[in-house]
């Protein structure tokens, strides 16, 4: 596996230790089941944890690591200068793609414009997401498919702003050749596509139309059409 | 002799326009309720892609029914000053027809409607007295068709929107105690919401739809009237309305292209004070 998941739980819950207490053992738990202890003192800023975290897991040679704090999911992630196609997408960028595809998709023209700062923050986001992983989350979630149905059909400026993101990113990707065979293979295995209907649009750097053939080529799960009274 | 008639027509015209100056103005705020009615033609569309087929099939349906109720609102119209409107309507009936797939549906449609409109009256004061009230406004339209025996799929359909609204009323005082006018009016539809329910396969949810520009013109012919010493008015108002709704791919059913031609007749009790 490329990359390399860290599970970290806190074995220990935070909440249940009283402020003046003085330092806490935190057992961080490997994708291989191996616990690791790291020992905190109340003097410490989060920041520095933090810090010392990420170092760990960079000299491991880690890509981002999952950890889980009172049940919610945190993603740290290494900083790295390009857009890994292998990081799975967590469930807190998905909902902010799903916000972003849903907002265009439903929402009216004055109500867009409205939500736009939300829409720029929630962009910021998963600006980090390889375009390929990207395109995948939306054509592998029925509604998130359908709202991209949407979206091409408004056109305009709805379209061109969603068309613009996944085109930027691409390009960069692809300048820094970040866009390899293995992972079109893949991507068109995962979404069932064929894999010779999207390599031209992509060796072509054509980002609409690859787009299009994901749109036009990828069928609904369930009949959409009941409603025809 | 055609120089005669002429100059004689001419004279006659301008004595009426000298009287028409004479006339005393309409009081300016106008109170009114009375009956609607109107006929519905609902149109729906799908363009679908026949397997194999080099062109698309285009899937229609339709249904018609009449459609009555009750409109009630007021207006404020005075010479050169600022306008105020404001006006409710309820209206349900029976609206019959077959589906895309030619299957015989039956609804019942409810349309209920709120709305506000601010302007400013630029008027005549000799002649017929026209009239022209530029104004904007808002509003909430609710409009439901629940879907009955013996149509196949008995769904509830709720469409609920905001909008704002542009145009104009007129008014022409072609008689002493006669008006007539063209009212136009544009709905430019804010955030359209269809809420599904009774669905036996689906959960409750929403449909969106593209919002699509929907206009009113009417052409009302008022007579006022004195009576009891309250100054009152008979007005009717036929009128034609367009409301169309865009195509949109929803989840987990699409909205299909959907038009409302609607002709229909308002009669207006009115209040003068």
């Known amino acids: 596996m490329r990359n390399f998941m860290w599970a970290m739980s806190i074995v220990a819950g935070i909440g249940c230790f009283p402020s003046t207490m003085v330092g806490m053992n935190l057992?961080?738990?490997?994708?291989?089941?191996?616990?690791?202890?790291?020992?905190?003192?109340s003097s410490d800023k989060f920041s520095d944890i933090m810090t010392s975290l990420a170092g760990y897991f960079g000299e491991n040679g880690t890509a981002s690591m999952t950890m889980l704090v009172a049940n919610e999911e945190v993603m740290i992630r290494k900083k790295t200068h390009y857009r890994d196609y292998w990081t799975p997408v967590t469930k807190a960028e998905k909902k902010e793609l799903y916000y972003i595809v849903k907002t265009l998709a439903r929402d009216s023209l004055p109500s867009i414009g409205l939500s736009n700062s939300s829409l720029n923050k929630a962009g910021d986001k998963i600006v980090h997401l390889h375009p390929l992983n990207f395109?995948?989350?939306i054509f592998e979630d029925e509604e998130m498919k359908a709202y991209a149905h949407a979206i091409r059909d408004r056109g305009g400026l709805i379209w061109s702003g969603f068309m613009g993101g996944v085109s930027k990113s691409s390009d960069q990707e692809t300048a820094r050749n970040?866009?390899?065979?293995e992972f079109i293979e893949d991507f068109a295995m995962i979404l069932k596509i064929d894999v010779n209907l999207i390599i031209p649009p992509i060796q072509k750097s054509n980002w609409k139309d690859l787009v299009n053939v994901l749109i036009d080529k990828i069928p609904r799960a369930n009949d959409p059409n009941r409603y025809d009274m | 002799m055609k120089l005669k008639i002429s100059l004689l027509s001419i004279c006659y015209c301008l004595s009426l326009f000298g009287e028409c100056c004479l006339w005393h103005s309409i009081p300016r705020n106008q109170l009114y309720i009375g009956p609607e009615i109107y006929q519905v033609h609902r149109e729906k569309f799908h363009r679908e892609k026949e397997e194999g087929g080099a062109q698309d099939r285009l899937l229609y349906g339709s249904q018609e029914g009449l459609l009555?109720?009750?409109?009630?609102?007021?207006?404020?119209?005075?010479?050169?000053?600022?306008?105020l409107g404001a006006d409710f309507l309820y209206a349900t009936g029976e609206l019959k027809g077959y589906d895309l797939l030619n299957n015989t549906i039956k609804s019942t449609m409810t349309d209920i409607n709120l709305e506000g409109r601010a302007g400013y009256t630029i008027e005549m004061k000799c002649w017929w007295q026209p009239s022209l009230t530029p104004f904007v406004g808002g509003g909430y339209f609710w409009e439901s068709n629940d879907f009955q025996h013996p149509s196949p799929k008995k769904i509830h359909f709720q469409n609920k929107f905001n909008y704002v609204t542009g145009g104009f009323l007129s008014r022409l005082r072609f008689l002493q105690d006669w008006t007539?006018?063209?009212?136009?009016?544009?709905r430019y539809l804010i955030s359209g919401k269809i809420k599904v329910t009774n669905?036996?396969?689906e959960e409750d949810h929403n449909q969106t739809y593209q919002e699509k520009l929907q206009y009113r013109v009417e052409l009302p012919i008022t007579n006022y009237r004195t009576f009891h010493c309250y100054e009152c008015a008979?007005?009717?108002?036929?009128f034609y309305e367009y409301r169309p709704y865009g195509r949109r791919e929803n989840f987990p059913q699409n909205f299909f292209k959907t038009t409302y031609n609607i002709y229909g007749a308002t009669f207006k009790f009115m209040y003068l004070f």
């Open chain 2, 234 to 238: 008979l007005s009717v108002v036929p």
């Open chain 1, 135 to 137: 395109l995948k989350t």
């Open chain 2, 199 to 201: 669905d036996p396969n």
């Open chain 1, 27 to 41: 057992t961080l738990i490997n994708s291989e089941g191996a616990p690791i202890e790291v020992a905190i003192n």
């Open chain 1, 178 to 181: 970040n866009i390899k065979e």
């Open chain 2, 68 to 83: 009555y109720g009750f409109r009630m609102g007021y207006d404020r119209i005075k010479r050169y000053h600022y306008y």
């Open chain 2, 180 to 186: 007539i006018g063209v009212n136009f009016k544009l």
